[in-house]
């Protein structure tokens, strides 16, 4: 996770949300807005977020272990928090995991348009810097919000929770997260999510499930995306699912393509079944 990987976590923007996290604040420090009034949140919180540094002179590693602790016990409660307003408003939401350029926002686009006479849809983006696609989403008609996490290289169930106050999230519908392109860090930050899903494009070679294990075993599916290319590439599907099980046995896998619609049913009809079972529970 990110004190590993060295990824800092800076400025994060939310489209709308005036109000800035450094996240170099401490424990119990109240931060204040831009306008200077103080933070209210529908999700009551003190924003103790320990900034992720790695090797930090003078920090032993026991110290870091505790560090990572923190960071992770810290982001399930807002996860908790996250899950339980979702389900209290029947929201089936689905974390989209993958490296980037996978085909999320494509992919997206285009379950919007397949999806969009029967179920309302709302989706929340994540990347380092541009509003880029969430405005792609915005053209489909759906409501889209923009978190642009600076230096960091995953969403959190903090970010996600202001972001969701400021959507349109009709009862009963769906909610569609990207995340931002990184096969290692979102493994570990639960956002409140029913699922999450991994995108694996077949341009990207079929080891990848074996070489970033922990995003793969997190994911209940795996969307093999770009198969349209498959005429012209090496890439084995038998292999990528071989790979995938080998972590994760349970792990569902279709094949689509977010060019073509191909297998975009079967990837439709998953999230109807799953949505069932979550409102069954
Ligand atoms: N041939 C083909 N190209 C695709 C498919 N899906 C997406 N692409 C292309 O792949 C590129 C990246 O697509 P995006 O949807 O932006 O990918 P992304 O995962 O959202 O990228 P980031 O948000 O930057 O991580 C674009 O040029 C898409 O047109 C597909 O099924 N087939
Ligand atoms: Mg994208
Ligand atoms: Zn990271
Ligand atoms: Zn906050």
């Not at 397949?114 to 509003?131: F, H, N, P, Y």
């Not at 930050?189 to 341009?203: W, Y």
Request: aromatic share 4%; hydrophobic share 35%; with cysteine.
């Amino acid at each position: 996770m990110c004190t590993t990987c060295g990824c800092g976590s800076g400025e994060v923007k939310i489209e709308g949300h005036e109000h800035h996290h450094d996240h170099d604040h401490g424990d119990g420090h109240e931060h204040t807005h831009a306008d200077g009034t103080k933070h209210a949140h529908a999700h009551s919180h003190s924003h103790a977020y320990t900034p992720a540094r790695s090797h930090a002179p003078g920090v032993s590693a026991t110290r870091m272990v505790q560090i990572e602790q923190d960071i992770l016990s810290k982001n399930n409660a807002y996860a908790a928090q996250n899950r339980k307003n979702l389900a209290a408003r029947g929201i089936f939401t689905l974390n989209l995991v993958s490296s980037p350029g996978s085909g999320k926002t494509t992919l997206l686009c285009k379950t919007i348009e397949l999806i969009k006479g029967r179920q309302r849809v709302a989706v929340i983006e994540g990347d380092q810097q541009t509003s880029q696609d969430a405005e792609r989403i915005r053209a489909t008609g759906a409501p889209a919000i923009q978190i642009n996490t600076g230096k960091g290289c995953h969403l959190d169930a903090h970010m996600v929770g202001h972001a969701m106050e400021k959507l349109e999230l009709p009862e009963n519908s769906l909610l569609m997260v990207e995340n931002v392109g990184n096969l290692v860090c979102p493994a570990a930050f639960d956002l409140g999510e029913a699922h999450k899903v991994v995108i694996l494009s077949v341009t990207e070679g079929e080891d990848k499930p074996i070489k970033y294990p922990d995003m793969f075993r997190a994911a209940r599916l795996m969307l093999l995306n770009k198969c349209d290319l498959l005429p012209y590439l090496d890439f084995s599907v038998p292999k990528a699912i071989e790979f995938a099980r080998q972590v994760n046995p349970e792990i569902v896998v279709i094949e689509v393509s977010a060019k073509s619609g191909a297998g975009m049913t079967a990837w439709l009809d998953w999230i109807a079944q799953e949505q069932e079972q979550a409102r069954q529970a």
